[in-house]
């Protein structure tokens, strides 16, 4: 058999291709075989790459190349006659030629050094092909020779001609910018080292999603222990690939979380116990091959991935552990919460019962298990008490010596205390005995002024449930935190406020430095730190009188915020709410027309949630949100817009009647620009006819703030408002003036047009085409005129309005 009859033979088929291997090796010594053998190899040449024979003499030489013994010289010659064709003009052969080199690299052992130069310097030359495929190959064959450059790092440091720091280089500026997703997904075969490690990582962020779902499911795996990467490149892996866009890229994430990095850390505390092979034989489980669950090693994993910062509402170690419970049933059976797990509580034990509480009441399939695993509602309220207790004390301590350990434990108590509460929000309160135990303790925390703002947000958020949800349960909830502010109002200074005993029953809850205008309703106190309090800081020294200031600010702000929970999880009206009228009359009004900067701006921020439970109260405060978004500092305007952003939403596009507008959701505040939505009782003057000048004014605004005398976060705000006022239903009845006020959005490139364009658009496929065809032919210049109207005049002109609304308000 002759060497053309060996290349006939496997283009047939794969089987047999090492018996002619065999045959070809037994031609080795005949006359002219080198010849003839290049001459089929480059008959190969070209032929394309779709061909199924020519991809099957492509594997044949490898499988010859990789058996054959003492065919070094063959070898060389047939690689020194292919390197010209690396230049070739035709891309075919340019691509037959990197590959065939590219499989005979990956099969030889040895090659000699000359040859080896003049292959890698032509094999660059191929990484910048404008063929893909060609680029392919080369990255292949390179990746395969920085291999073995790195393995003889330290002699060829010492060389004169260096190779590997800068073939490797330039591998890694490929992985970084090649175009083809291909080549940089073979490039993460790359040896991981300290210089390759970080441009690895750097792939969870790549714009194909096979190669982001390749790093999580192979080279992440492959790593070995996650421990040996840094706390910040742990938490973006994490929160990379478990909010990727790619459901298999989450997939993949999830399964490293659950499967890799829990392991990591249940084997180590294995491997201390017992000998490698013990651990091997008697600690993996039959079935899937894990360690047995080992609590420890899961809060191991917790701390891993810094949970006290990243358990947080927005953090990912929440999704995370969602992920863990859906996937590692042998863990939820195996977590047991004792009294013994409750006293000895840390903040990554705590985050895994909260976050297992959370699965198992999103599964019906596990909710059974709350039942024999979390405590009855009386007994968490006991080991939350402690907590609580132990969290003030903290507090205390850190206060008096503000130290980094001080700090840093009352850290982790307060996010003990947070997880705890999470807890109580969930619990069934049908038991009674239980519910006036929890009353009773979120009732007495509330009252410490020393209990930090987030435990205080979900300390009232779990009092509202712990109350009916009927409207007597309400006004109860109202009464109670009220009662409470009172309580922590009266921690200022009691003995300094005893000889104006008289000042301080009229007190209002306000600054010190607080003024209120004569011009004041009648249900607001005229006295406000008055004269009492002149005569007492006369007394004072000066540094005194400053200490005794800021103490005043603390704790108003401590009841603004107090109030600000509250209002954030009532629904009823102001009016009919004689403890939300209180409130309101005694401590926002003094709030808002307070001097203080903070107390002023948490002051607004309650105003403006009371105007979502009083639409009337509402139209009597559009002037003063308007006038904050043009005389007040930068927070206040955002606060402005989102509240007024709020009070549309709550009216909705047509100002209709109250029985369809639907409820605010407990939580959604005017601070948070989340559109909170309520009843619109008596809605009056400002939505009336929400069409033509009137709707200009009330967008008047928003308009305004897109201007470059605004801050980068106010135009931001404004165009995010105006993308909920859009999706909410304002477009359809204000064509005109929204495309105008999108327009000057991207004339002045206000931060945020280009999501503010694509609402725009997406709100435009929703419209009757009809319509379409009409603002077509108007863009288009078509028949239908384009008129002028007071809203384009006055958008043109830039003018801000000022929300020409009746009513008294509250004195800015």
């Known amino acids: 058999m002759s060497v053309a009859d060996v290349f006939a033979d496997v283009q047939r088929s794969l089987v047999g291709h090492k018996t002619l291997a065999k045959r070809l090796r037994r031609l080795e010594n005949t006359p002219n075989f080198e010849a003839h053998i290049k001459q089929c190899i480059f008959r190969l040449l070209d032929v394309s790459k779709s061909e199924i024979a020519g991809n099957r003499v492509i594997k044949f030489l490898t499988v010859y190349f990789e058996s054959a013994d003492g065919s070094d010289r063959t070898t060389s010659s047939i690689m020194l006659a292919l390197l010209p064709y690396l230049c070739a003009k035709d891309k075919t052969v340019r691509y037959r030629a990197t590959q065939i080199i590219s499989q005979i690299l990956g099969v030889l052992g040895t090659i000699d050094d000359d040859l080896y130069k003049v292959i890698r310097h032509e094999l660059i030359k191929r990484l910048r092909d404008k063929v893909p495929a060609i680029r392919l190959e080369a990255v292949m064959a390179l990746g395969r020779l920085v291999e073995n450059e790195m393995d003889n790092e330290e002699e060829e440091q010492g060389s004169d001609e260096d190779f590997a720091p800068g073939l490797l280089d330039k591998l890694l500026?490929?992985?970084?910018?090649?175009?083809?997703?291909?080549?940089?997904?073979?490039?993460?075969?790359?040896?991981?080292?300290?210089?390759?490690?970080?441009?690895?990582?750097?792939?969870?962020?790549?714009?194909?999603?096979?190669?982001?779902?390749?790093?999580?499911?192979?080279?992440?795996?492959?790593?070995?222990?996650?421990?040996?990467?840094?706390?910040?490149?742990?938490?973006?892996?994490?929160?990379?690939?478990?909010?990727?866009?790619?459901?298999?890229?989450?997939?993949?994430?999830?399964?490293?979380?659950?499967?890799?990095?829990?392991?990591?850390?249940?084997?180590?505390?294995?491997?201390?116990?017992?000998d490698e092979d013990e651990a091997d034989s008697s600690s993996k489980g039959e079935k899937n091959g894990f360690y047995k669950p080992s609590i420890p090693a899961l809060v191991e994993l917790l701390e891993r991935i810094d949970t006290l910062n990243t358990g947080h509402e927005t953090g990912i170690a929440r999704e995370a552990m969602k992920e863990f419970w859906a996937g590692r049933r042998d863990y939820r059976g195996a977590v047991t919460f004792d009294d013994e797990f409750w006293d000895t509580l840390t903040p990554e034990s705590a985050f895994m019962a909260r976050t297992f509480n959370d699965y198992c009441l999103q599964d019906p399939e596990c909710s059974s298990m709350l039942e024999d695993k979390m405590p009855e509602v009386t007994r968490l309220g006991f080991h939350l008490q402690r907590h609580i207790n132990e969290l003030l004390v903290k507090v205390q301590s850190a206060n008096e010596s503000d130290t980094d350990d001080r700090v840093a434990e009352q850290a982790e108590q307060e996010f003990i205390v947070e997880q705890l509460l999470y807890i109580a929000q969930t619990l069934d309160y049908t038991d009674e005995v239980g519910r006036r135990k929890m009353f009773s303790l979120l009732r007495h925390a509330l009252s410490m002024a020393d209990l930090p703002e987030e435990c205080t947000r979900l300390a009232v958020e779990a009092l509202r449930l712990v109350c009916n949800p009927d409207a007597a349960g309400e006004r109860e909830f109202a009464s109670v935190v009220l009662e409470a502010i009172a309580e922590v109002h009266d921690n200022i200074a009691a003995s300094d406020m005893e000889e104006d005993a008289e000042d301080h029953e009229e007190d209002s809850f306000v600054s010190a430095r607080s003024e209120v205008s004569d011009h004041s309703s009648d249900s607001t106190p005229k006295h406000a730190a008055g004269g009492g309090q002149s005569r007492r800081n006369k007394q004072l020294s000066e540094e005194e009188q400053e200490a005794q200031a800021i103490k005043e600010i603390v704790i108003n702000m401590k009841c603004l915020h107090i109030a600000q929970c509250m209002l954030q999880n009532v629904t009823g009206n102001l009016q009919s709410n004689v403890h939300l009228r209180s409130m309101f009359d005694n401590l926002v009004i003094p709030a808002v027309r307070s001097h203080e900067v903070l107390i002023r701006e948490r002051g607004v921020q309650c105003l403006?949630?009371?105007?979502?439970?009083?639409?009337?109260?509402?139209?009597?405060?559009?002037?003063?949100?308007?006038?904050?978004?043009?005389?007040?500092?930068?927070?206040?305007?955002?606060?402005?817009?989102?509240?007024?952003?709020?009070?549309?939403?709550?009216?909705?596009?047509?100002?209709?009647?109250?029985?369809?507008?639907?409820?605010?959701?407990?939580?959604?505040?005017?601070?948070?620009?989340?559109?909170?939505?309520?009843?619109?009782?008596?809605?009056?003057?400002?939505?009336?006819?929400?069409?033509?000048?009137?709707?200009?004014?009330l967008l008047s605004p928003f308009i305004k703030a897109l201007a470059h005398s605004f801050p980068d976060e106010v135009r931001a705000t404004a165009t995010t408002s105006l993308c909920k006022l859009m999706l909410c239903g304002f477009y359809k009845d204000n064509e005109e003036l929204f495309d105008q006020i999108v327009e000057r959005a991207i004339q002045v490139a206000a931060k945020g047009w280009e999501l503010l364009e694509k609402v725009k658009n997406a709100v435009m496929v929703d419209r009757p085409k009809d319509k379409l065809g009409e603002r077509e032919k108007e863009r288009d210049g078509g028949a239908i005129p384009v008129t002028t109207t007071t809203s384009t005049m006055r958008i043109s002109t830039g003018s801000a309005g000022e929300g020409r609304v009746s009513g008294e308000g509250v004195d800015a």
């Open 608 to 697: 403006g949630l009371c105007c979502l439970l009083e639409p009337k109260l509402a139209d009597e405060n559009m002037r003063l949100f308007t006038l904050l978004l043009k005389k007040g500092h930068e927070t206040l305007q955002v606060v402005a817009l989102q509240i007024l952003c709020d009070i549309l939403l709550a009216r909705g596009p047509s100002g209709s009647s109250p029985s369809s507008q639907p409820q605010p959701a407990p939580g959604e505040s005017a601070s948070s620009g989340a559109g909170a939505e309520t009843d619109t009782n008596n809605a009056t003057t400002a939505t009336t006819g929400n069409n033509g000048s009137n709707m200009t004014s």
């Open 173 to 274: 500026d490929v992985l970084q910018n090649d175009t083809n997703a291909d080549v940089r997904r073979a490039l993460l075969k790359l040896p991981v080292t300290a210089k390759t490690l970080p441009y690895l990582l750097e792939r969870a962020r790549d714009r194909d999603g096979p190669t982001r779902r390749t790093l999580y499911s192979h080279v992440l795996t492959s790593l070995g222990d996650f421990r040996h990467l840094s706390l910040s490149m742990r938490e973006k892996l994490l929160r990379w690939g478990l909010r990727d866009r790619d459901e298999k890229v989450r997939r993949a994430a999830a399964k490293l979380f659950r499967e890799h990095w829990i392991e990591d850390c249940a084997g180590s505390r294995v491997e201390a116990m017992v």
